[in-house]
């Protein structure tokens, strides 16, 4: 059966995008494939970040994932520093892994703008350390949005390097499997509420830029109410011209799952204030389970500390085999 991994960073709250990009489909797909969804801590930590917040935001991450529909009993759920062979097989791969693959990445180079002089080497890495979370469990499929497409290019990239390196003579076997990105269509780059042309980011300032997943009601009501519009009449997908009636059609469709000519011959003919409620409206109903589900996982601390032991003894399991075939195509000496 072919394998799924995924993750999210425990920053903050999570929002909107993370979940129509990535965790709406993580719970689709576990009914296919084989999944294993990590909380990725040690990710988190390559921009500045309070480590009093830090343990408190990966029980919080992986209630979400638990609240919008993955079944930990199926789909191991674990804290990516729990598992040691992250870490371990991230130090093998950096010695593969040019500098100049790594300076090539955009999201680096974003973030590291934000950073100046105190730019950290834990930054510079971060795609190593993703490729070592999708290669340790074989993963043939990673759903993610579409601003990770690059990082799962380098993964291929790293892969490849290895069994070129490490695979070609005796061991005809290869040590891991070149994964796919899984994308989909609408959903896949959320953007903010107050620039159609920026993604909705949890790191953004403006907390009004953003839909939470655990924002109440009135306060996603007040952020649509005030979200960035234009002057045009009517409403439309995909000019150009108009990002944000784009994003909230967009937006709009993701969680009412009517497709666009129904969409369109229901409110082409709208005006923003005829639509905003419309939308206001949808997005609440669709994450008004989600959020009182999330308030009974996050209620339960030890069936959520149990969870994540059980998910961290079977992601070990996997793990600990493919980092201990990637040490042994590299000749790193077997315990004696
Ligand atoms: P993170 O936490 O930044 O984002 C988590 C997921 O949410 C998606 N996403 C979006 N999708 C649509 N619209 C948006 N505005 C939006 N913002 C974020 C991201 O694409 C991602 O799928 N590097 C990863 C975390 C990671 C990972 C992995 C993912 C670490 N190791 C292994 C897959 C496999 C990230 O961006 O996290």
Redesign the pocket.
Known sequence: RERV?????P?GS??L??Y????RQWVAYQETYESFF?V?DL?AITMPHDPKLLTKHCLETAAVYVAAGVDPDRSPIFV?SHVSAHAELTWLLNCITPMNWLEKMI?YKEKAVKQGENVGVGLFD?PV??AS??LLYQ?GL???????RQ?LELTRDVARRFHDKFCKKSSSNKVFREPKALIVDG?????SLTDGTA????SAELDNSRINLLDPPDVVVRKIKKCKTDALQGLEFDNPDRPECTNLLNIYQAVTGLDKDKILDDCADLSWGQFKPLLADAVVAHLEPIQSRYNEVIADQKSLHEILKRGRDTASDVASQTLADAKHAMGIPPQF
């Open positions: 991994l995924s993750g999210v960073q920053t999570l929002h995008g993370n129509l990009g990535a965790i990590c990725v990710h990516q999201q971060y350390l993703m979370d999708i993963a990673v759903p993610v949005g579409e601003d990770q990082h959903g896949a780059r959320v953007m993604k909705m980011s949890k």
